[in-house]
């Protein structure tokens, strides 16, 4: 389903330029979570960004499907983005005067679907994530964990091909980033959805049926399913 192939990206020029990735390749399949790991500073982030179109690359190959995501016009990405993928990051990014299911509607909007439509989805979407009671709610109003979940309720509210979460619990207590931990497992149980996650916690990478290590803008482990 995603093909990565020869991904390059250098920060900077001259004697101040960064490598932060180094001709990375590999696929993931549809359905499949993966976990990229590794420590501060190895790539995972910008192999993520741009993976998801987030940043652009200085060379090589995002095949999503049949779609270059590499050749796309920044309206094409946009749009696909917006159709296909979700986004969860360890900063909510909330919109503050939004209640919850507005915050969660946010990506039907933008596609133009109707307020009414729209505010059914994010209801359902928040239901998925045990927060229907809490719908009407502020982020001010809400825990962290709360905040977190009302994310993911936007990133699946438009049942996305593939869902990208950078350091999803990476602002959360243990037993609160469980309970995300939980929701993206139900998530791709029941929905199929590619999960593709950067995390620093072991525990957590653990959980995915695949798990990559970089180190220095290279992949140096690429494996291992989930018992």
């Given amino acids: 389903m995603i093909r ?59 095949w999503i499907g049949d779609t270059p995501i590499h050749l796309l016009k920044e309206r094409e990405l946009s749009r696909f983005r917006l159709e296909k993928m979700g986004f969860v990051f360890q900063s909510y990014h909330l919109v503050p005067v939004l209640s919850a299911w507005e915050n969660a509607a946010l990506p039907l909007i933008a596609q133009g679907v109707k307020r009414k439509a729209a505010r059914e989805r994010a209801m359902d979407a928040l239901m998925r994530v045990g927060l229907a009671d809490r719908a009407n709610r502020y982020p001010s109003e809400l825990s962290g964990g709360q905040n977190q979940r009302v994310a993911i309720a936007r990133a699946i509210v438009g049942e996305p091909l593939i869902l990208w979460a950078d350091e999803p619990t990476g602002a959360l207590d243990t037993d609160t980033a469980e309970q995300v931990v939980g929701l993206l497992d139900m998530l791709n149980n029941h929905y199929r959805t590619t999960i593709v996650m950067v ?27 989930r018992s």
Wanted: one cysteine or more; hydrophobic letters at 35%; aromatic letters at 2%.
């Fill in 199 to 225: 995390t620093h916690d072991p525990q957590i990478a653990a959980r995915t049926h695949r798990t990559i290590r970089m180190q220095n803008g290279r992949i140096v482990h690429d494996g291992g399913d």
């Fill in 4 to 62: 990565i192939q020869g991904l390059t990206k250098t920060f900077g020029t001259g004697e101040a330029a960064t490598r932060a990735l180094k001709q990375v390749s590999f696929d993931i399949q549809q359905g499949e979570t993966v976990s990229i790991t590794g420590p501060s500073g190895c790539g995972k982030t910008t192999l993520l960004h741009l993976m998801a179109g987030i940043e652009q690359m200085d060379a090589g190959e995002v």
